[in-house]
């Protein structure tokens, strides 16, 4: 049983910055994908980004490319997401998530996400 645990959300500004966190604890696979979503405030949840791993291999939503970077920590397990030029649109609940088949056509499906993270608001406002 994977258990993953997000870290980092907050309030920033419009044109800030922000770094979220996902910490990932009982893995036992070496293939798998790590998934970034939102779901903003009566809409339903979004694909964000993905990175395929071992092969770090990444994946954006048109919404945030060139603006969101994921990457990934092996030493600590911990997969990032560098949110840069945030946007009122950037506000919602941020869920990261595990997908242990680790298959490129299951990237931003979250049917094939196992594991989820609790959740971390992410709220950009002036």
């Known amino acids: 049983q994977v258990h993953l645990v997000e870290s980092g959300g907050g309030l920033v500004q419009p044109g800030g910055s922000l770094r979220l966190s996902c910490a990932a604890s009982?893995?036992?696979?070496?293939?798998?994908?790590i998934a970034w979503f939102r779901q903003a405030p009566g809409q339903e949840r979004k694909f964000v980004a993905a990175?395929?791993?071992?092969?770090?291999?990444?994946y954006y939503a048109d919404s945030v490319k060139g603006r969101f970077t994921i990457s990934r920590d092996n030493a600590k397990n911990t997969v990032y997401l560098q949110m840069s030029r945030l946007n009122p649109d950037d506000t919602a609940v941020y869920y990261c998530?595990?997908?242990?088949?680790?298959?490129?056509?299951?990237?931003?499906?979250?049917?094939?996400?196992?594991?989820w993270g609790q959740g971390n608001q992410v709220t950009v406002s002036s």
């Open positions: 998530a595990e997908d242990p088949g680790g298959s490129l056509s299951s990237v931003g499906n979250q049917a094939a996400y196992a594991y």
């Open positions: 009982g893995r036992t696979r070496n293939n798998f994908n």
């Open positions: 990175i395929r791993c071992p092969i770090r291999a990444t």
